[in-house]
């Protein structure tokens, strides 16, 4: 069974600074998929960032970037000049397939405040 | 259009009521999918439908009871709830094939908060 760990319940930083949320994962598969998704106190799951297990680069988005390492199973999200409306729940998701169907496997989240 | 809508957002029923959540995304996307989300906790999935079929029930009570009338709209179907079943329900849509980019992101509602009394 795949698993996906974020060991920080919360984690603050102050606007304009860059911050690192963690993720690990577990998985027998070779080939797999690392997501992450912003939710606001409005409830909407945002996609933020994607990493496929064959990339050859860490992905960037904007001001997200991924920091994979993969002997390490981690895949760290790294947002750069944080702003006020960054402050919200961040889960990290591995895509697992099940049924000719894709699911997602949530890690249990990480709530970030940014502080002015 | 690059939304997914949800109604209502709000909704208390007692645990003799019968209620629908509706879903709806015109974006041409055939994989739809419910989630419940409890507070402080990830979304847990409950149902994928791929095609109008469904595809994946994660052993989900029989009071809960999902419908794909067509590949836009989904309907989460709601009867004798527990006072436990009160969360987040989000639904979300993604398209079925990679289409050569190797990974399709999930769209996400903004959930309607239920409520069991």
């Known amino acids: 069974a795949q698993k996906i760990t974020q060991t920080q319940p919360g984690m603050f930083v102050q606007e304009k600074e860059a911050v690192t949320l963690d993720c690990t994962y577990d998985t027998s598969d070779p080939s797999y998929g690392l997501f992450w998704y912003k939710q606001p106190s409005s409830g909407e799951m945002i996609f933020l960032i994607y990493q496929g297990s064959y990339d050859q680069q860490n992905a960037t988005e904007g001001r997200y970037s991924l920091n994979f390492q993969k002997a390490r199973k981690s895949a760290n999200l790294v947002i750069s000049a944080s702003q006020l409306g960054d402050s919200a729940m961040y889960f990290c998701?591995?895509?697992?397939?099940?049924?000719?169907?894709?699911?997602?496997?949530f890690g249990k989240g990480t709530k970030l405040t940014v502080n002015p | 259009d690059t939304e997914v809508t949800q109604t209502p957002k709000h909704l208390v029923m007692g645990m003799t009521n019968k209620k629908s959540l509706k879903c709806e995304q015109h974006?041409?996307?055939?994989?739809m999918y419910w989630y419940k989300q409890k507070a402080k906790k990830p979304p847990e999935l409950m149902f994928v439908?791929?095609?109008?079929?469904?595809?994946i029930n994660e052993s989900v009570p029989s009071r809960f009871s999902p419908e794909c009338p067509n590949s836009s709209l989904l309907n989460l179907h709601l009867h004798a709830l527990q006072p436990e079943d009160s969360a987040l329900y989000l639904c979300?849509?993604?398209?079925?094939?990679?289409?050569?980019?190797?990974?399709?992101?999930?769209?996400f509602g903004p959930g309607t908060r239920l409520t069991v009394l």
């Open positions: 979300a849509s993604s398209q079925e094939d990679l289409r050569g980019r190797g990974y399709n992101e999930q769209f």
């Open positions: 439908y791929s095609y109008e079929k469904l595809s």
């Open positions: 974006m041409g996307h055939r994989a």
């Open positions: 998701a591995m895509r697992e397939i099940r049924g000719g169907s894709e699911k997602l496997v």
